[in-house]
């Protein structure tokens, strides 16, 4: 089942700092972030594991609360290089569940 | 070393025509997924293929939508009778183990649009 990604697209300034929220309604084993630019393939970011440490992918950083069954990605400072949308994926083992994307717009 | 090539880049067809979309991993790579994505979507999984087992087709929409990976490497999506709601970017994705504990590396799609 797919995940609920939120917000739906977010507006910053070059520095600002927002938080990209996904939910799964099913027990996970993991969640995956990756990052697609208009045009391009979806690119990695990070994957957090059931029972680890949050992520970080340089001033990115992401964690992964089990029982809530839910994830947030910290895009910190953020630069004009973060504009993209952004998908969560989750796994129970096998298949990622994408979520919808969030679509980041970082201005100067 | 290089990363997942697809091919064609884009395919234009007209509705009823039969569609082949080809994935060529990266070398080693045991697990190879295909998914779909609409403008504007995410991404909905389509079938995937690990190593020596039974693919899992579970997310193939219909019976049109077919896939085999030959040698445990090269893959081909094959869409029959292409209807206008296939047209989508297809994305062919490999990692080195089952997507949920290894990184996913994707392939730059296939854009597929049927008039």
């Known amino acids: 089942q797919q995940p609920v990604q939120s917000p739906q697209a977010v507006i910053l300034r070059e520095g600002e700092d927002a938080v990209i929220n996904c939910s799964s309604s099913?027990?996970?084993?993991?969640v995956h972030w990756y990052r697609q630019k208009h045009g391009e393939a979806p690119v990695f970011l990070m994957i957090?594991?059931?029972?680890?440490e949050q992520m970080r992918h340089e001033k990115i950083s992401a964690s992964f609360n089990e029982k809530k069954q839910q994830s947030s990605l910290y895009l910190t400072a953020s630069q004009l290089s973060y504009s993209g949308t952004y998908f969560c994926?989750?796994?129970?083992?096998?298949?990622?569940?994408f979520g919808a994307g969030t679509t980041v717009t970082v201005r100067a | 070393g290089a990363g997942v090539s697809q091919s064609p880049s884009n395919k234009v067809t007209e509705k009823g025509k039969d569609v082949e979309l080809r994935c060529d991993p990266i070398?080693?790579?045991?697990?190879l997924y295909w998914y779909r994505q609409s403008l504007g979507q995410g991404l909905e999984f389509l079938i995937y293929?690990?190593?020596?087992?039974?693919?899992?087709k579970s997310g193939l929409p219909s019976d049109r939508f077919s896939a085999e990976r030959t040698g445990g490497s090269v893959s081909t999506l094959t869409i029959q009778r292409t209807q206008q709601e296939d047209s989508a970017v297809y994305l062919c994705?490999?990692?080195?183990?089952?997507?949920?504990?290894?990184?996913?590396?994707f392939g730059p799609g296939t854009r597929l649009t049927v008039l």
């Open positions: 994705a490999s990692s080195q183990g089952l997507a949920g504990g290894n990184e996913q590396f």
């Open positions: 099913k027990a996970l084993y993991s």
């Open positions: 070398s080693g790579h045991t697990a």
């Open positions: 994926g989750t796994s129970r083992g096998s298949e990622l569940s």
């Open positions: 957090l594991l059931k029972g680890g």
């Open positions: 293929f690990q190593g020596n087992s039974a693919p899992d």
